[in-house]
């Protein structure tokens, strides 16, 4: 897979538009710096207003629904789940919190997807964290500029 490889980020071009980017992003992390040691309750609570959100609209995706505000309790892991749907919540919100906690340390590889995977449907009676038998997992889409493929 060409976004493991060590050397395809060597490959790709540093355009104009990228190189800005790039520092729009070191800039905007600066100012989360300052946000951070100015007003870390502030960003706390608007992290956990994201957790919320994303964790309510990914499940809707997946057709997994629940009221508001045991989406909130769930999330803030003041209740157990009563329900599949809510034991998807609780998976989600135990993988949201792996990835806020260790993001710096990760690495993308097919272990940390099938440790995901597992996480997430680790409260149902589902087993998750592998590949099912005799299925191979495969990308579809067409191919991009640099071997990337579309999924």
């Excluded at 980020?9 to 190189?19: A, F, K």
Aim: proline letters at 5%; charged letters at 30%; glycine letters at 8%.
């Amino acid at each position: 897979m060409h976004l493991l490889d060590e050397s395809f980020d060597r490959r790709l071009p540093l355009t104009h538009p990228l190189v800005r980017t790039l520092g729009l992003l070191r800039e905007f992390r600066g100012k989360e710096e300052l946000y951070r040691q100015q007003m870390p309750q502030a960003l706390e609570t608007l992290k956990q207003i994201a957790i919320i959100q994303s964790t309510e609209s990914s499940n809707r995706i997946e057709g997994v629904t629940a009221p508001a505000q045991r989406i909130r309790e769930l999330v803030a892991n003041k209740t157990t789940p009563r329900d599949r749907s809510e034991q998807e919540i609780a998976g989600y919100r135990d993988v949201l919190g792996t990835i806020h906690g260790n993001y710096a340390a990760m690495k993308l590889t097919v272990g940390l997807v099938k440790q995901f995977h597992r996480d997430l449907f680790k409260y149902t009676d589902q087993r998750g964290g592998r590949v099912e038998s005799g299925r191979q997992p495969h990308f579809t889409g067409p191919r991009r500029r640099h071997g990337i493929r579309a999924v």
